[in-house]
């Protein structure tokens, strides 16, 4: 049987940050025999250290230079790549006679054109898929698809129209709405990572399969962490530099409000509530890992009970530091489609999680659902310290914890029945 060829765009591929593992960890559980995947991603920081995941499959990663539509992009190359969402032939036109260079979906695309030509003379199948964000993903995967006719699947790490994660206004508002049903026009699966997301498509896209593709954890991530000594010496020796003998550990790991800022008010709710509710000579301490923004650390210092702030790690030992942890701190503001990455990866790691959140959302359903761990709203923090200090005791009803289905291998599993049905029907 021919082999079936994903075309991945996904800029954060090689980034080694939460957004890289979502078709990272997904592909390379896909069948060898029944596929063959082309990812086209960006240039990784140079100081960033690439894992390459072994795997039967074959799969080739293009890192391409280039800026997307974002804060980094001048006005005139955010203008481009939005013209080419509705002017489908312009980024082939640009790529063929000269392009601005330091557009990335056009050498995405330039890549991705030659290979489908291939493929498809070959008898074989393909499929466009972008991963949004950013934007350009989206733009470069329905451009390849309308141009060949070929199945096309959209996925959203974040909405673009529902509770978008940038800058508000009417003006903006319409544009990402428009932006939004022309990269969608061709694509024949919508996959989004939680309830809220899907829905939404669901009721403004009824003529649209879609489907809630979470994020998930990788297996092979953490029974890699067994034999890395290096990673496990440098987690021991964090832990004694900076946690107290005995102490209880509550880790936090990664960004809090740079993406969604009401997640940042969420944090000042628990530093108040911690200040209140537990005594200075408490055997707790709290260790955040990861770039925070300058106010919350403002907020941090604020903090009358033992605190660690570490900078930035490197993936494989912030998993390690999460498996040392007694609980894992999440932070959520007030959105319904929170789900954030680091989740997942707190669920493989063991420890309980303590989820404090301004509303109910996709993240507090899945703790709810898997049984790893707690929810304290900041209204119920609010009405007194005795809820916060329940929620810190030690918990002893963990029989009913099951993470099996955030699993990537069984995530790989549902992927491959969705492109199935769209490619083989």
Known sequence: MKRINLFVFATHHLSNNVAAQRFKGLLKYLDPAKYRVFVFTREPASRAHVINASSALEVTVFPLS?????????????????????????PF????????QRAWFVSALAQADR????KLAAGERCVAIGTYSPIDALIAAASLANRYGIDCLQDFRDGL??????????LRSTLRKLIERRVLAVSGLITSVSGPLVEDFRRRYPGKTTQVLPNGYDPADFAALLDDADSEERATAILARHVPANAMLIGHFGRIGASDASASVTLENFIEAMNESI?????????????????ERTSIKRANFSISLLEPVERRLALQLMKRC???????????????????????AGADVLCISAVHNAATDILAETGAGQTLLTGEIAAGSNALRKVLSPRVDRAGRDIRAYSKVEQAGMLDSWISQMVLT
């Open 161 to 170: 129209v529902f509770e978008p994660l940038g800058k508000s206004g009417w």
């Open 279 to 295: 005594p200075p000579s408490a055997t707790i301490h709290v260790m955040f890992v990861g770039e925070l923004t300058p106010s």
């Open 326 to 348: 007694d609980k894992l701190l999440l932070l959520t503001g007030s959105r319904a489609s929170c789900a954030t990455g680091k989740l997942f990866e707190y669920l493989a």
């Open 115 to 118: 290979l489908c030509r291939e």
């Open 93 to 100: 036109m640009f790529s063929k006679y000269g392009a601005p």
């Open 66 to 90: 280039g800026h997307c539509v974002g804060s980094e992009s001048s006005a005139s190359s955010s203008l481009f790549a939005l013209a080419a969402a509705f002017i489908r032939p312009l």
